[in-house]
C-alpha cells in the first residue's frame, strides 16, 4: 500500500522493456554535456543545443513505453486551471546515457547502417542481411527501466532490471535555461530531399580526408543536382549525387541553392546517420538546415531525430572560391 501512495504521489513514470532502445536514440544528441527535458502527457522531448548554432530534438513518444503515468501539477491560485504542465529542467547527457548501458551493450559499428544494399524497396525498411539497430542480436538482452520523477527540483531516478539483477540511479535535475528553437520556416522550404541516411554519413565521412571547417551544400535543379563540399587547410573535396530515384527518393528543388556550414556541427549527427533509415534534409530560405532522421524501434515502430543547423556567413571574397567548389561541369 506504500508504494501505490508512492507511485500515486509522482509527477512522471514510466516502464520501457528495452534500455538499449532508449541508449540508442539518446545518444544520437550526445554532443553536449547538458540536455533539456520537457515531459509531457504524449511523451518526453529531449533537446541539445551548441552555441544557438546547432540543435538535436528526440521526442519519445508514450508508445515506445509499455507503461506511462504524467500527471501534471496543479496551480492553487487558478480555479479554471486543470493542469499545469511539468517545468522544464536539464540533466547530463552522458550520465544518462552511462546509466542506460550500465549491463553493457554490443555495440557493433555500423552493423546496422544498411550498406549492403539489401532493401526490398526504398519504401520499405527492412534489409536482407544487415542487423537493425534495435534487434537483440546487435544489443544482447533487452534490460527493462523505469524512469519517475517525482516534483520540481527532484533527481530523475532510474530502476534497471536485468536477468535478477536490479540497480537503481538517481541523477540530479538543474533548473533549465531559456532555449529557444533555432526557427525553421517550414512553410518557405527552399530544398527536400530524402535519401538513404547511410549514404549521407558515407558522403561526411568521406570528405573529412581535408580536415574540413566548412561544408558547402549545393542544390540544383540541373546536374549535378546534390553536392556535398568540404574545404579545409588540405585542401577541398566533393561528392556528387545523381537525380535517380533509387538514390535521391524525394528531390524538391526548383532553383539552385548554396549554404555553407560547420563540418564539425554537421559531423555530430554521425551517430543519427549510422543507425537511421533514412534522412529528410530540408533548408528554408534562411539557409537553416534541417536534417530529420527516421529510426526504426522494436516492434516495427519509428521514432525521429531532429536537427537543426545555422548556416555560416559567408565573407565578402570567400563567394568565388565556395562558388567554384559547388557549381561543377553542368551546373548551368
Known amino acids: 500500500m506504500e508504494t501505490t501512495t508512492e507511485q500515486t504521489a509522482l509527477l512522471f513514470s514510466a516502464v520501457s522493456g528495452s534500455a538499449r532502445q532508449l541508449f540508442q536514440l539518446l ?11 520537457q515531459i509531457t502527457k504524449d511523451g518526453l522531448r529531449f533537446t541539445a543545443e551548441e552555441s544557438q548554432v546547432m540543435q538535436g530534438f528526440i521526442f519519445l513518444e508514450k508508445s515506445l513505453f509499455t507503461a506511462y503515468m504524467y500527471t501534471p501539477g496543479h496551480d492553487p491560485e487558478d480555479e479554471n486551471e486543470q493542469g499545469t504542465e511539468a517545468a522544464p529542467f536539464q540533466i547530463s547527457l552522458s550520465s544518462l546515457i552511462e546509466t542506460l548501458q550500465i549491463f553493457g551493450i554490443n555495440d557493433v559499428k555500423d552493423k546496422w547502417s544498411n550498406r549492403d544494399g539489401g532493401y526490398s524497396n526504398m519504401n520499405g525498411l527492412s534489409a536482407r542481411g544487415a542487423p537493425q539497430a534495435f534487434e537483440n542480436r546487435v544489443l544482447g538482452m533487452n534490460g527493462i527501466c523505469r524512469l519517475s520523477y517525482a516534483t520540481e527540483g527532484d533527481p530523475l531516478c532510474i530502476i534497471l532490471e536485468e536477468t535478477g539483477v536490479t540497480t ?17 520556416q517550414k512553410d518557405a522550404i527552399a530544398q527536400k530531399i530524402i535519401m538513404r541516411a547511410s549514404w549521407l554519413q558515407d558522403a ?5 580526408s581535408t580536415s574540413p571547417t566548412r561544408l558547402i551544400m549545393v542544390s540544383s535543379p540541373t546536374a549535378p543536382y546534390f553536392t556535398l563540399s568540404s574545404s579545409g587547410p588540405l585542401g577541398t573535396t566533393t561528392v556528387e549525387f545523381s537525380k535517380d530515384s533509387q538514390l535521391l527518393e524525394t528531390f524538391q528543388v526548383p532553383v539552385r541553392i548554396v549554404n555553407t556550414y560547420k563540418y564539425s556541427l554537421i559531423k555530430s549527427a554521425s551517430r543519427a546517420m549510422s543507425i537511421a533509415t533514412k534522412v529528410s534534409i530540408r533548408s528554408d530560405e534562411q539557409g537553416v538546415l534541417s536534417l530529420q532522421f527516421m529510426i526504426e524501434t522494436e516492434g516495427g515502430g519509428i521514432s525521429f531525430v531532429d536537427f537543426r543547423f545555422v548556416p555560416l556567413i559567408v565573407e565578402e571574397g ?3 572560391e565556395e562558388s567554384e567548389i559547388g557549381e561543377g561541369d553542368g551546373a548551368d
Not at 545518444?27 to 527535458?37: L, M, Q, Y
Not at 537503481?168 to 525553421?184: R, V
Open 168 to 184: 537503481t540511479c538517481e541523477l540530479y535535475t538543474y533548473q533549465a535555461e531559456l532555449i529557444e528553437d533555432i526557427p525553421f
Open 27 to 37: 545518444r544520437c544528441i550526445n554532443f553536449v554535456s547538458k540536455v533539456h527535458v
Open 204 to 208: 561526411i565521412n568521406e570528405l573529412s
Open 318 to 320: 570567400e563567394g568565388d
